[in-house]
Structures are given as C-alpha cells and as structure tokens.
C-alpha cells in the first residue's frame, strides 16, 4: 500500500488524534526505518522510546514467532510459561546496585504505561486504606505526564491536556519539580490526607527534565515520614534508557512502586507495575485485573528483550553513546541546554529555531526527530545507538538547525 492509499484510509477512518508526518513506514532493522518508496531512515525516536533494541530484532521476532505458533492467549485465570520469569526479572532489575534488598518485588502485568500508572494510583491508594493511613490524595509534580485515561490525566499536571476532559477525579494534588519546601507545604496542607507521591525521575514529554538526587531524596522522606508511599514513573526513563535498570538507581533512592512500560518488551505492547512486598500484597484476587496483561505473547517478546539487553551489554552501550551524543548536540548552533541522561535527552534552542520546522524538514532528509515544544528536541534513540550514528545525525542536523531559523 502506498503512502496516499494510507493516508486517505486513515484520514476517512482513523480518529484525529495524532497530527501524523508525511510518511508511511513499512519496514524497519535496527536503527533504520525504510517507507512504502524505499527511502531509509535513521531513527533518534524509536517509537517514542519503545523499540529499545532497534527495530526487528532477531531475538524479539523469533520469541513472538515461537509463541504465537504455539499459544497467543489463555488470559490471567491460568499459569503460563514466562510470566514468572519475567516478574522474576523485573525484581532482580529493581534490586539493582542494593543487594542489601533480598525481598522481592511483585508485579501486575498490563498493556501501556497509562495502564501501569493507573494500578500503582490504586494500590497506593488501597495501600493506605489497608494500613490504617487513610490518605487519597497523589502529590504529582508540576509539567508531569503519567497517561492519557481519567485518573492518569488528572495526575498529568498541564492544564492544555486536562481542560477538554474536566471534571476529572479528583485528589490529585501539584508540586512544582525540584522544590523540596513547595513539597512540604503539601504535605503539611493536607494531614493525613496524602497515599503518595508519584514522580518522573525523568520527566519526558515536557522536554526531558530530570529530578535532582537531592530533592528525590528528600521526597521519599517526606512521604514516608507521613505514611505515605513513592511512586516512580518510570515508563519512558526505564529499563535501561538512562543506563541502569531504572533512572531512580542513579539518583539515591529505593521507591515502593514503580511503573514502567515502552522498552520493556522491544516493541510489542506491554506495561507493569511493581512494589515491594509489603505494598504488593494488599492486591488481593479480584481487586484489580487486566484481560489482556502478561498475555503469552507478551510476556515472551518481554523475557526476550531483558534478557537481550544485557546479554549484548547495552547498559555500557547507552552511558558512552549517550554521553557522546550529549557532547555532540551541546555543539549546534543556537543551543541553550542540553538536558537529561543516557539516551533520553533534550535540547533546547534559543526563540529563533522553529522545532517542527525542523523536524519535518529532517524527515526529507532521511532522519526520525520528535519535538515536545517550540524550540525543543527530544531524543530517544534504540538504545544500540552507536557512535557512527550519532556522527551520521551530526553530517545534516547543524545545516538543519540553521534551516529552521526563523526570520
């Protein structure tokens, strides 16, 4: 099918909600995304920082190929291979860096990270009802982004996504990032009234901005000091996009649940939420479920993937590509800011480059860039990015940069 056959179908039957570029993609290896007129491309999105291990991989294609040969889905009422193995995983990538933690981490499977968000909101929730606690509200931080259902949205601190959908429920409250006394002042507004606060150790879709080891800290005190629990969102800075496991590793910090989704099974839909033990076991059957979650084919593609991505040492892989790519786009005209860690940075131009002026105009020159704001450019390469790609995006983006300057 051609790129126009494409669109008109999806232009007369596909909802409005996403301002899709000019291109059909339909066919992809590694780092490279090839169209419907064979034109290639290097991708620094990888599907909005899901396909971790490129595009296509080997060992994620034969894991679903095996699979779906031989069971695709028997739903959450059954044992099933590899569901297991995974949630066995996922515990000993939690436990990362603090073998002083021997207990392990339960998860609940589900399909996006809006889903993973929306348990870990429930079981915190539930968590402090169980506990004598009695506090509803989540403290989220201001520029957030946790989802796109009700409870995820009304935990999504920017008022332009929330306002088509009020009233949204309600007990979300906002703190802005990095203000250790701001966080406080909640906390003391609302005596017992707080479950938990729920963070980005990254926050991604406002333009990459980390949250400080210091005030992370200080937020994991401060809940527990008032009964109330950490949450990580960890669904675009996980599974190794930053280079450990998780973001929160590398900022002085062990959460009681986590959420995480996009790289975690290489492309194929998946989200989890995991906690530790204590917090996990207030889910009891029939509180909380998922059709779908933890299928067959999911939970194959996933064991796959983690397994993949250490075997062929990407961890290293991300620190020092991700450090060269930092040093490179420091190094474009009209930059203020490079921001962020790992494979999951941000650059932030001066007002006079347009950044989806210069998006658009990359993708007639064979790259994949994204922007999350007006002078903004988010990266989130496979994370088998090399250096030689990075190179190969620094041939055309300075010229590309100076292209998108506006008059």
């Not at 809940?223 to 949450?231: R, T």
């Not at 593609?301 to 420091?330: F, W």
């Not at 009209?334 to 993708?363: C, K, T």
Request: glycine residues 10%.
């Amino acid at each position: 099918m051609t790129y126009e056959q494409a669109k008109a179908l999806d232009d007369a039957y596909v909802m409005h909600t996403f301002a899709r570029k000019p291109v059909e993609f339909v066919s992809g290896q590694g780092m490279h995304l090839q169209d419907d007129a064979g034109n290639d491309y290097l991708d620094f999105l990888s599907g909005i920082g899901v396909c971790c291990l490129g595009h296509s991989h080997p060992a994620v294609v034969q894991a679903v190929q095996d699979q779906a040969a031989k069971l695709m889905h028997v739903s959450n009422y059954y044992y099933i291979e590899q569901r297991g193995e995974v949630a066995e995983q996922l515990s000993a990538m939690l436990n990362w860096g603090d073998p002083a933690r021997p207990t392990p981490w339960k998860t609940f499977f589900a399909n996006s990270g809006a889903e993973a968000n929306e348990c870990a909101i429930k079981l915190a929730r539930l968590y402090s009802r169980e506990r004598g606690h009695g506090g509803q509200g989540i403290v989220c931080m201001e520029r957030s982004f946790h989802g796109r259902t009700l409870a995820t949205l009304a935990a999504t601190q920017q008022p332009v996504k929330q306002a088509a959908f009020q009233p949204l429920p309600q007990n979300f409250l906002a703190a802005p990032p990095n203000d250790i006394e701001a966080l406080q002042a909640v906390f003391d507004a609302n005596p017992q009234g707080i479950a938990a606060v729920m963070v980005e150790p990254v926050q991604g879709e406002c333009g990459v901005y980390p949250l400080t080891e210091e005030y992370l800290q200080a937020a994991l005190a401060i809940a527990h000091e008032n009964g109330a629990l950490l949450i990580c969102d960890e669904v675009q800075c996980g599974i190794y996009r930053t280079g450990t496991p998780f973001a929160f590793q590398q900022l002085g910090v062990v959460p009681d649940i986590v959420a995480m989704a996009k790289g975690i099974a290489g492309g194929f839909p998946m989200g989890a939420c995991a906690a530790r033990s204590a917090v996990a076991e207030v889910f009891e059957p029939g509180i909380h479920g998922s059709t779908f979650g933890g299928s067959n084919l999911a939970v194959a593609a996933a064991h796959a993937t983690l397994a993949t991505l250490v075997d062929e040492g990407v961890p290293a892989n991300v620190v020092e590509v991700g450090a060269y790519l930092s040093e490179k786009l420091a190094e474009l005209p009209h930059v203020v800011e490079v921001r962020g860690m790992g494979l999951m940075l941000a650059v932030e131009f001066d007002e006079a480059v347009d950044a989806p002026a210069l998006v658009l105009a990359a993708l007639g020159e064979g790259l994949v860039l994204n922007y999350t704001g007006p002078h903004t450019l988010r990266f989130l390469p496979p994370l088998i990015c090399t250096n030689a790609d990075v190179d190969a995006l620094m041939d055309k983006l300075p010229a590309l940069v100076e292209g998108a300057v506006q008059a």
